[in-house]
């Protein structure tokens, strides 16, 4: 991890997603009954995010969506999950013209933090830089053909970095805080205003969106932070404990340069649990706190 503050202080990272490519003459139509954001106001070339959600409103994917050309889109997703979107796109692709399937032929970096980036790469070869949505942070992830020799003249950092910045923001992963038992608001307002609309027409998933929204966000588990005092072993899945209650579990924990190497956490946990509380995982105590935490 270089420089005092990680990948915060600015500079690239490694990145792995894995890529959906859907494509034909109804692939619009298609997508936008199934995805939670509005796709009409995408032209060519632009992005956004959306939840893609089980018929009963739960998550089964937090995708970013670029329309590549007029009935393209490509869909990446962390690392891991492609299949989990093609298999859920296909279920319901009943006589629809389009295809789906895993585009394995594209590479990512993570750009993040103040500073001018410059690009270098040939001309011929295309490269995407596609809006992040982290809370406090500027950036962008270059999106480009594997194997194309793409090259950025600021700071380089390891993966490990790019994962501290993440959870100092407050930003979910698949598979952590991020799960098919997820309500999407759970993982924040901010998310639900970048992946949501509230005005395009019906799409799967949508009522317990809505329903949620209406009700002010309350949710049962929303993601909260844990500050330690401390550096402190805390890992995915450790039990949470309130007056000898458990109230939820650690989805993410990483030692923060910017909070003096101590380690934070994100946490799902009861609503009941207040910011401000102090909890116990294991032996050690930390702090509720809001998110994202600088």
């Known amino acids: 991890m270089t420089g005092p503050l990680g990948l915060r202080s600015g500079g690239w990272a490694p990145l792995v997603r894995d890529v959906v490519r859907v494509e034909g003459p109804e692939a619009f139509t298609y997508l936008q009954g199934q995805l939670s954001q509005d796709l009409t106001t995408l032209e060519v070339g632009d992005t956004s995010w959306s939840l893609l959600l089980q018929p009963q409103g739960k998550v089964d994917a937090w995708v970013r969506v670029t329309r590549v050309a007029e009935a393209t889109f490509v869909l990446d997703v962390d690392a891991g999950f492609g299949e989990a979107v093609v298999a859920r796109l296909t279920r319901f692709k009943l006589r ?3 295809t789906i399937a ?3 032929g594209w590479s990512f970096l993570a750009v993040r933090g103040p500073g001018d980036v410059h690009l270098a790469h040939p001309s011929e070869i295309e490269v995407l830089a596609l809006p992040i949505w982290w809370p406090g942070i500027v950036g962008y992830d270059l999106l480009f053909p594997a194997g194309a020799p793409v090259t950025v003249d ?3 950092h390891d993966h490990e970095a790019l994962e501290v910045l993440r959870v100092e923001c407050g930003v979910p992963a698949m598979g952590a805080e991020l799960t098919e038992a997820t309500i999407p608001a759970e993982a924040g307002q901010w998310l639900i205003d970048a992946s949501v609309s ?10 317990l969106v809505a329903r949620i929204d209406s009700r002010g966000g309350n949710v049962p588990k929303p993601i909260r932070g844990l500050r330690f005092a401390d550096a402190t072993a805390v890992v995915a899945g450790d039990v949470v404990i309130v007056d000898g209650d458990e109230v939820g579990h650690v989805t993410s924990a990483v030692h923060s340069p910017s909070i003096g190497g101590a380690t934070i956490a994100l946490a799902a946990l009861a609503r009941k649990v207040a910011v401000g509380a102090v909890v ?8 509720v706190v ?3 935490f600088a």
Request: charged fraction near 25%; hydrophobic fraction near 35%.
């Open 96 to 98: 629809t013209k389009a």
């Open 102 to 104: 895993l585009d394995p």
């Open 154 to 156: 600021c700071v380089e």
């Open 198 to 207: 509230f005005a395009k027409g019906c799409y799967t998933g949508q009522e």
């Open 280 to 287: 116990a995982v294991g032996p050690v105590s930390a702090d």
């Open 290 to 292: 809001d998110l994202p």
